[in-house]
């Protein structure tokens, strides 16, 4: 038998200094195998990071865990351990940027693919897309020599007025799991590890590097991580970034409920977790909070809190070597997974595959939410004289948001789309309309690099008549007036740093909207935005209405083939659209506790009821509801049958549905599950989105669609357990075509109590 004795004080002390002194030679059991076991391939990772490590130098070590460029750590060059190159994301891989400021590195070859943002990928409601999404990112990473993709960011949208909202996949935990590891997938099997960010509960921009947001467990762990942890548990992500704000009091790059009991802990990742840039704040904390990587602090590289007064505190003994070697180790597999070490194959970059990517997205993301008297789609064949009225028609959007920019090799604007799409058959009429304030840098540069801006003067004010008299007349010239308006990458809009002030559409567009629908009634209204606008003051004008998000690179022709009717519109909201801002949840009572926050705190008073959930609670009509957005067909659901396989933890729920496309013309239908428990349990939303299928179909056609679901998908997080639990009981499964038109329904009885735990 063995016994386990614990060593005194002293022996521990002694090992710790042998075990420093070791790494100090940088002792190598193996110093003298050729080739070494780190370099080769066929060996399993870990062995391969196990033997590494033991080959590295305590400096060497630490040398691995901070930044010493914005976007590197230094490797180790006398064992031909290259840099771990890191690049934003999330929607194409970002310019150079220079070692040790902010500045642009001046390259040539840094142009890269600008897919459509986050959100609008999420309208898309498309997974194989994602996972596509990810292949393009993924090919030009390679390309570029990145090994880490700052991607995808899964943050949940809590406030319509979130400056960020538009990198996000939407308001909902099921969409934006599912995309998330869509995307990771399409990222990794090109051998670029993704980052999923930010962890947690970054869901504003205001005060996001100081706020302590106070948020019940159960919203916690149903709402604002799911998505994280179906990257970890799915995806097999590898490596997370933290988040800005603070919860529990903690900030979120070193706390250790979230790093290291939820995510190393409970869900057992084992990949690395890096800081926000500028988010780490103490060395202790860090070092004991989980963080494995530290980047991008406001500091000399060597003077990083994982830099030198890190090495001093373990070569002194008060932090355990064993601690650092965790954190290294992570770093290490990141490395060795992404072949960093091996011969990665070489990517690709800007090939008309990646373009023609970034045109689909784009397309499918395109919502309709309004088409009065079937005015789109407009036929290049009639049409002969066009207005082009907006500033967004002509603003180039993908070189803007912070972050999240890229350098686009092209881009195609709305305006240009369309020109090229009628080319030679109708007369384009283009204006203005209105024109937003030149943007001043106010000299603050923030931890992205980000150079704060404000509006100038605005020495515009007198030219807004102008500008709206001259629309309105191109608008009387024209047989169809198309007004590309919404929001823009200015500071307090859809831009990192700042959010939103209000929900309405900012530069008098409510005047020129309702002036331009007044002069043709054949007016639509296109909105380039991330994130919902208020839409009384000119909605009941307009006939068509088109939610188009930032499309990236490809986003005019995307919009031509929609209104053109080369693509039927297939895009549905991933947020609900409130009619006003005190619709939605975050916004309800007006108080600062609830938004922004007071004190340092916000709270999440709301609870489990963010979104749909919210509208859905207290009978509140939304604008457009979550899942909404029309089509140029219609589309017939059948009855559903259910069937049921297993059961406790290995039950699996079947509701299959014929799905027709009952129209002349082919369209896809997003198919979505909605599950809502019967009676009971009051502290339910009245309903969520557990499944959901983008199905295809020619005119005429059917498909037999199939939506499962799992014991997960009936379950809540009960924290007294603390885990996941089934109570037994009837649920009503609804299908159909959005959160508010739902088709058909079959009951579903769960007979025993069930508990999965965590
Ligand atoms: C953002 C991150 C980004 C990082 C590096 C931060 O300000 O929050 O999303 O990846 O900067 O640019």
Known sequence: MIRFVRPSALVLRTVHVLAIALCAVGLAAAAEETPPRYLDSSRPIDERVEDLLGRLT??????????NTKFTNAGVPRLGIPPLRLSDGPHGVREEISADSWKPAGRTDDFATALPVGAALAATWN????????????????????????????NIVRTPLGGRNFEYFGEDPWLSSRLAVATIRGLQAGDVAACVKHFALNNQETSRSSVDVAVSERALRELYLPAFEAAVREAGVLSVMGAYNRYLGAYCCENDRLLNQILKGEWGFRGLVMSDWNGTHDTRAAFFGGLDLEMGTHKPFDEFYFARPLRDSVQRGEFPLAVLDDKVRRNLRVLFA???????????????????????????????????????????????????????????????????EIKPLYEITPLAGILERVAGR????????????????????????????ENAADAQKAAAAELIERAVAAAKAADVAIVVGGLNHDHNQDAEGGDRTALGLPYGQDELIARVAAANPHTVVVLVAGSPVAMDPWLAQVPSVVQAWYGGMEAGRALADVLFGDVNPSGRLPVSFPRRLADSPAHASGAARHYPGEKGQVHYDEDLLVGYRWFDAKGIEPLFPFGFGLSYTKFAYSPLRVTSTGRGADLAVTVECDVRNAGD???????????????ADATRPPQELKAFAKVALAAGESKPVRLTLNARSFATYDPALPGWRIEAGDFRLHVGSSSRDRRQTVDYRVPAAVVLGR
Request: with cysteine.
């Open 58 to 67: 305590l400096d060497e070590k630490i040398a691995l865990v901070h930044a």
């Open 127 to 154: 997974v194989d897309l994602a996972r596509a999404y990810g292949g393009v990112i993924a090919a030009e990473a390679r390309q570029r020599g990145k090994h880490i993709m700052l991607a995808p960011g899964v």
């Open 338 to 404: 992404t072949r960093a070490l091996d011969d990665r194959p070489p990517g690709a970059m800007n090939t008309p595959e990646h373009q023609a990517v970034a045109r689909r997205v784009a397309a499918e993301a395109i919502i309709l939410l309004k088409n009065a008297a079937d005015l789109l789609p407009l036929d290049p064949e009639r049409v002969k004289a066009i207005a082009v009225i907006g500033d967004n028609a002509t603003r180039l959007q993908c070189h803007g948001g912070g972050s999240s």
């Open 426 to 453: 109708a007369t384009i009429i283009h204006a203005a309309g209105y024109r937003p304030p030149a943007q001043r840098r106010t000299g603050a540069v923030d931890a992205a690099g980000i150079a704060r801006t």
């Open 665 to 679: 013309r082919a369209g896809a239908e997003v198919v979505q599950l909605y599950l809502e428990r019967v009676g």
